[in-house]
Nanobody
């Protein structure tokens, strides 16, 4: 069974920074991609950033130039460095994994979410 554990959320002032972490554990054979999504109250969940097995990255237009996704393959961990935070970045942030495990050819796993609040 594959699990994701997130950390790093909290309260930060506008213009501040936070770093989110998401560690994957379990019988992982290949990680195809790891993503960060977010969901603000009353809004749909949206993709924020993605990093593939090959290290290719992609970002939502709203966070380009401010957020950076990175990955430590040895630790099966993905990070989201968030700089110049704005109140509109306030949301629950969810880690998402697509992978192949020792038993399942393709699976998707969601983390439990971590709350980021940007407010003065």
């Amino acid at each position: 069974q594959v699990q994701l554990v997130e950390s790093g959320g909290g309260l930060v002032q506008p213009g501040g920074s936070l770093r989110l972490s998401c560690a994957a554990s379990g019988s992982i054979f290949i990680i195809y991609a790891m993503d960060w999504y977010r969901q603000a109250p009353g809004k749909q969940r949206e993709l924020v950033a993605r990093i593939t097995d090959g290290g290719n990255t992609g970002y939502a237009d709203s966070v380009k130039g401010r957020f950076t996704i990175s990955r430590d393959n040895a630790k099966n961990t993905v990070y989201l460095q968030m700089n110049s935070l704005k109140p509109e970045d306030t949301a629950n942030y969810y880690c998402h994994l697509s992978a192949r495990s020792d038993y399942v050819r393709y699976l998707e796993v969601w983390g439990q979410g971590t709350l980021v609040t940007v407010s003065s």
